[in-house]
């Protein structure tokens, strides 16, 4: 091989380089940024260069003489061995590069001449596999480049155990129109949820999720549950799903872009309070607030259940406002106007009562166009990453009854680690089995991050989830304190103590008091 030959071969500047070629690397390489080269050490500074054979000595007289050679920062090849035959001729090649530099300029001697005709032979071997080797890894670099994405999909799994227990005060608990629901505490129950998310992306820009989830025993495998079932005490990671350990698809939608600041989702199983009313303080039960009526505006929401729909999200240049808007039908895919209808919210079941046989009841149309829809609209305002306000309307019908929802959210960071936060809500829900009403609703509270142990977060809320004269003799309050503490990056424990008064809207019912211990595992 000739020196106007090597000369040709591909620029290796640094051993580094090298070898992360030879591991086999290409998407290092083709991210890796090369930092501007250290002072050259001498060869005998590489603490792992075993001075064992002739080429050795060669190379480190040439390295010396036109300073060719550079290693690792801490003045090594690689960790704490010997250099290898295919980094000792990465090395030479890297000296061929400079000296072919230096006959044209310069000239070297007949001696440095040969021996580094000399090394070329010993390592000719050596040098024809670097070779091919980097000549594949520059085409797979290339179609790296060019491709940019490969279908892939990727499993993220999260299981919630819990373990809750409670009671109330006085002899009994009655429901919003007198009717007695326990006499008795409630039993201590352990419970769980499951939740694997098969999240799939065709363009890298897309995201096609599936997933599959169940649950121990349904909404009301809890204490707050069972003793206020219709205004949103119970807890929320048992509301979503309802599936009493039968594992179940409650999750199947399609999110692309097409255009860079429009997201659209299609979805044939959803839940509305995936897309809107979000807040980074009171939305996922799993890591904040576990109370149904603190994590979201409760009469924003009468089709809380598995429901089908589209969502879109427009967020003009990246700027401070963003537009959502969805629309959600119960039963989209009946096409009959029979059977269970699923979907609604526990209070919809107080406001329109069906009589007799649920399964058989005249409940409207169903299907993507039925009775029983929903549609929602929020603006966002966020011109800081301290302050976000969401106003929002709501409406549609539930079981062919109209109704009309206008709500606010916001949420204000006083300090980097401590926040504040609250929702609003008044809304118009006509012909019920009180007439027609006017329900308010509200929330308000305070969360600290990072409270005793970094990535924790703590907070404390109160609300008043259903505000209406006309149901019962007084309004139910909710409030819950939590401390959410992160064991390891997968792990996180959550002590939860929940306290509710005029349960059901009655003054009669004395104070309800639940706890619950909650592990979340994420993987």
């Not at 032979?121 to 994405?149: D, G, Y």
């Not at 919630?160 to 007198?178: E, K, M, Q, S, Y």
């Not at 205004?231 to 979503?240: H, I, P, R, V």
Request: proline content about 6%; charged content about 15%.
């Amino acid at each position: 091989m000739s020196f106007t030959q090597s000369r040709s071969l591909f620029p290796l500047r640094s051993s580094l380089i090298l070898t992360l070629l030879l591991s086999g690397s290409s998407q290092a390489l083709a991210e890796e940024v090369v930092p501007d080269p250290l002072p050259l050490p001498q060869v005998n500074q590489l603490v792992d260069v075993q001075p064992t054979d002739w080429a050795y000595q060669a190379v480190q007289a040439l390295v010396e003489q036109y300073g060719c050679l550079e290693g690792f920062p801490d003045r090594t090849f690689q960790g704490d061995r010997p250099m290898t035959r295919y980094e000792f001729a990465g090395a030479i090649e890297a000296c061929l590069e400079t000296l072919g530099q230096a006959i044209t300029n310069a000239g070297v001697s007949p001696d440095e001449l040969a021996d580094l005709q000399r090394l070329q032979t010993e390592f000719a071997a050596e040098l024809t596999t670097l070779r091919s080797q980097i000549e594949a890894l520059e085409v797979q670099t290339q179609e790296l480049s060019a491709q940019q994405f490969s279908t892939t999909t990727r499993l993220v799994g999260q299981v919630v155990f819990a373990l809750n227990a409670g009671g109330f005060d006085g002899d009994r608990i009655i429901g919003p129109t007198g009717e007695v629901l326990a006499d008795d505490d409630p039993a201590t129950t352990f419970i769980y949820r499951l939740a694997l998310d098969f999240n799939t992306s065709f363009t890298g820009s897309d995201l096609l999720k599936v997933r599959l989830g169940a649950a121990s025993g349904g909404a009301r495998d809890n204490t707050a549950a069972v003793l206020e079932p219709n205004f949103g005490s119970g807890l929320d990671f048992s509301a979503k799903p309802p599936s009493d350990g039968n594992l179940e698809i409650t999750r199947l939608s399609y999110r692309f872009r097409p255009w860079p600041d429009v997201t659209v989702a299609i979805a044939p199983n959803m839940r509305v309070t995936d897309y809107v009313d979000f807040s980074q303080y009171a939305s996922l039960s799993f890591r904040d607030f576990s109370t149904e009526a603190l994590v979201n505006n409760l009469i924003l929401f009468p089709i809380n259940g598995p429901t089908s729909g589209a969502f879109v999200d427009w967020h003009p240049n990246q700027g401070a406002f963003s537009l959502r808007a969805l629309y959600a039908a119960a039963d989209a895919a009946n096409p009959t106007d029979t059977g269970i209808l699923p979907g609604p919210a526990p209070f919809t079941r107080l406001l329109y009562p069906i009589n007799g046989n649920p399964a058989t009841a005249d409940l409207g149309d169903r299907g993507l166009f039925g009775n029983t829809h929903q549609g929602i609209v929020e603006l966002e305002y966020a011109p800081s990453e301290r302050l976000t306000v969401r106003l929002q309307y709501g409406g549609g019908e539930v079981y062919t009854n109209r109704f009309d929802v206008l709500g606010v959210n916001a949420e204000w960071d006083l300090t980097r680690t401590v926040g504040i936060f609250g929702r609003y809500g008044y809304s118009s829900y006509q012909n019920t089995a009180f007439g027609d009403l006017n329900p308010q609703y509200w929330m308000a509270g305070v969360a600290a991050r990072d409270w005793f142990r970094e990535g924790s977060l703590a907070g404390v809320a109160i609300g008043q989830p259903f505000i209406e004269g006309a149901i019962g003799n007084a309004t139910q309050t909710n409030l819950e304190a939590f401390y959410n503490l992160p064991l390891t990056t997968s792990i996180q424990i959550t002590p939860v103590l929940q306290v509710i008064t005029n349960a059901s809207n009655q003054s009669e019912n004395r104070a309800i008091v639940t706890g619950t211990i909650r592990t979340v595992f994420s993987f």
